[in-house]
């Protein structure tokens, strides 16, 4: 496992912008294979964005396509969400977790293994 911090949350206006950061404190290079997700109280937790190298995709939600993008820089060890557009149903906590892709017979996989501690985002209207 490894050590991943998120940073970047805050209060916002919606229409507004944030980025949030997850850095790993390990070796292993996170941003082969991470997602972010979401959960407000009494909610199931979503995953909005994720990046996978071995099975080469990246997913957004339905929710935020368009107005998130998740990008990575290998030398910081870092992953980002920068989030546009930012409308008050966004409002949640935001984690970021590294995963393990695998191939199980002829389909990729994965299991997340490190979760981040969560930074709180929330928009108002």
């Known amino acids: 496992q490894v050590q991943l911090v998120e940073s970047g949350g805050g209060s916002v206006q919606a229409g507004g912008s944030l980025r949030l950061s997850c850095e790993s404190s390990?070796?292993?290079?996170?941003?082969?294979?991470m997602g972010w997700f979401r959960q407000v109280p009494g909610k199931e937790r979503e995953r909005v964005a994720g990046i996978y190298a071995g099975a080469g995709t990246i997913y957004y939600a339905d929710s935020v396509k368009g107005r998130i993008t998740i990008s990575q820089d290998k030398a910081k060890n870092t992953v980002y969400l920068q989030m546009n557009s930012l409308k008050p149903e966004d409002t949640a906590m935001y984690y970021c977790a590294a995963c393990h892709e695998f191939l199980d017979s002829g389909s990729w996989h994965r299991e997340y293994n490190s979760w981040g501690q969560g930074t709180q985002v929330t928009v108002s209207s």
């Open positions: 390990g070796y292993t290079f996170i941003g082969n294979c």
